[in-house]
């Protein structure tokens, strides 16, 4: 969504700058410049969180498929001698235990780190974008 939501406000903006630069005094051109780069900035900023976030739950997704793909080796190993107690199979119940809580938890986190860089970091960009692009309509509109 945030990829989508940062191409329709690229779009938009750079036909706006087309139409904007075509009818602009020389004047004019120096505070254009600077509304615009304050535009790109957070648009940048946008993209580098997004690759961030996406980043993050790839770590957290590859830590998830190694310990299930360790899971599944260990369950394909079991045997019928595996229905009496013995330390090897203790040990790789403990094993299976631990590594099901390890997934749990790294599913958690990567949910948490989302949210929190949602809630920290996207949202006040975000917002500062809207503020770079409404100074630069009001600049506009008296173009």
Do not use: W
Not at 39 to 60: G, P, W
Not at 101 to 128: F, G, Q, V, Y
Not at 134 to 141: A, G, H, I, M, N
């Amino acid at each position: 969504m945030l990829n989508d939501y940062i191409t329709l406000i690229t779009g938009m903006f750079e036909q706006k700058c087309i139409e904007l630069e075509e009818r602009m005094n020389s004047i004019a051109r120096s505070k254009y410049t600077k509304y615009r780069h304050a535009v790109y900035s957070r648009l940048s900023e946008l993209e580098d969180l997004r690759k961030t976030m996406i980043r993050a739950q790839q770590i957290h997704q590859s830590q998830i498929n190694k310990l299930q793909k360790e899971n599944y080796k260990i369950r394909s190993t079991r045997n019928f001698s595996d229905l009496v107690e013995t330390p090897e199979r203790r040990e790789r119940e403990i094993i299976l235990e631990r590594n099901v809580r390890a997934i749990e938890h790294a599913k958690r986190c990567s949910n948490e780190i989302t949210r929190t860089l949602a809630n920290k970091n996207i949202d006040p960009t975000k917002k500062k974008l809207e503020d770079a692009l409404e100074k630069f309509v009001l600049f506009s509109t008296r173009q």
